[in-house]
């Protein structure tokens, strides 16, 4: 069974600095999406970034960046320049090819601080 | 384009009363699912559809909870009778899935519910 680990519950950290959150998975699949969820206190699940395992090119957007590394099946958000609004929880999640089951990790509540 | 639409997106019923949750997925989306989300267990799939199909419902959790998708823009969860530990936020989410192929899942606003 696939496994998300999201090692720190809690971060905060100053305005327009940048922050790295941490995720590992456990697969056995080679064919497998990530992806990283946003959730703000108005409880709405937004996809934040989207890589596919197949890509070595770390996918971006914006000021949101992953560091992929297959092999030691880690998945890193990088967030640039934060804003107040970045303030949430993010979830990684996992799934693949077998199925549509999306495996998510237990979360890490950010605070940006003004 | 509207995105996943649910209601209500607020619930307070009496433990016993029957619960029904609703859902429009993104049009044009083959793949819905339902989710549960508490602070004990986090996030939780408990059925998916492929096609209006129910796939996998290994994540119900007991036989109070039934889920059907009559038409490709239509799904409902029902809860008969509620108990106070269902008490949770439940996302509806749809995806684009083709063969050989995944999508992104978009989730709807939740449904809070309460269950007295």
């Known amino acids: 069974a696939q496994t998300v680990t999201q090692s720190q519950p809690e971060m905060s950290v100053q305005e327009a600095e940048t922050v790295t959150l941490s995720c590992t998975y456990d697969t056995s699949e080679n064919n497998y999406y990530l992806f990283w969820y946003k959730q703000p206190p108005s409880r709405q699940m937004i996809l934040v970034i989207r890589?596919?395992?197949?890509?070595?090119q770390n996918a971006t957007e914006n000021r949101f960046s992953v560091n992929f590394q297959k092999a030691a099946k880690s998945f890193s958000l990088k967030i640039s320049d934060s804003q107040l609004g970045d303030t949430a929880m993010y979830f990684c999640a996992f799934i693949d090819f077998g199925n549509e089951k999306l495996t998510f990790g237990t979360g890490t509540r950010l605070t940006i601080i003004p | 384009d509207a995105g996943v639409i649910q209601s209500p997106r607020h619930e307070v019923t009496e433990m016993g009363q029957e619960v029904t949750l609703r859902c429009k997925p993104i049009s044009g989306h083959n793949s819905l699912f339902w989710y549960r989300q508490t602070m004990m267990r986090g996030l939780e799939l408990l059925i998916y559809?492929?096609?209006?199909?129910?796939?996998?419902d290994s994540g119900m959790p007991e036989d109070r909870f039934s889920a059907k998708m009559p038409n490709a823009s239509f799904s409902t969860l029902k809860i008969q009778p509620s108990e106070p530990r269902d008490s949770a936020v439940y996302f509806c989410?749809?995806?684009?899935?083709?063969?050989?192929?995944?999508?992104?899942?978009?989730f709807g606003p939740g449904t809070r519910l309460t269950v007295l």
């Open positions: 890589q596919e395992a197949y890509k070595q």
């Open positions: 559809f492929n096609n209006n199909v129910p796939i996998d």
């Open positions: 989410a749809s995806s684009s899935r083709t063969s050989g192929s995944l999508d992104t899942q978009y």
